[in-house]
């Protein structure tokens, strides 16, 4: 097998989870509107803090992708809504909606051929496209799992996920 198409074929797969954890979509489906505004035992942030953490964070890396003047947020206050902050159900559609539309952009850079993965980025020739996707990878694969876990802490999960 080409080594290029084999390295583009995982990539896409580990983004678009579903290997060695819960994929963004199964995260997230028939959450219960009731929970969206809700904070977890122990935990400072809602579900819908986690969700637009997770869009704004892979929001911004497709930003680096693509943007030769890019210029970073500052960290953390810029990549978590205000604490204070609720979500409407309609907050939460479009919160997903834009995670799923930025994470195929993603997956779409990975998957053109003419994308160099070694290559350096627009706007900082000491990173490469393939180390700013598999952060992505990286950071989606460790907070979805985290909505996972605090879903089955508060039982908002049907019954094949509660782990009953």
């Given amino acids: 097998m080409d080594r290029d198409r084999w390295l583009r074929e995982h990539l896409v797969e580990v983004l678009r989870g579903g290997n060695a954890h819960m994929p963004f979509a199964e995260a997230v489906a028939e959450f219960p509107e009731r929970h969206i505004n809700t904070k977890p035992p122990r935990v400072a942030y809602s579900f ?18 693509t943007n030769s003047d890019y210029h970073a947020p500052d960290w953390p206050q810029d990549y978590w809504p205000a604490l204070e902050t609720r979500a409407t159900t309609q907050v ?40 700013e996707v598999l952060i992505v990878a990286d950071h989606n694969a460790y907070h979805i799992g985290e909505l996972g876990i605090l879903r089955q802490v508060i039982h908002a999960w049907s019954h094949r996920h509660s782990g009953e």
């Fill in 92 to 131: 939460w559609d479009e919160s997903v909606v834009a995670f799923q539309r930025d994470l195929e952009a993603i997956v779409s850079i990975v998957a053109d051929e003419g994308t160099d993965l070694f290559g350096p980025l627009p706007s900082n020739a000491e990173h490469t496209v393939l180390r």
């Fill in 48 to 65: 819908w803090h986690l969700l637009e953490h997770l869009r704004i964070t892979q929001g911004d890396i497709l930003d680096y992708l």
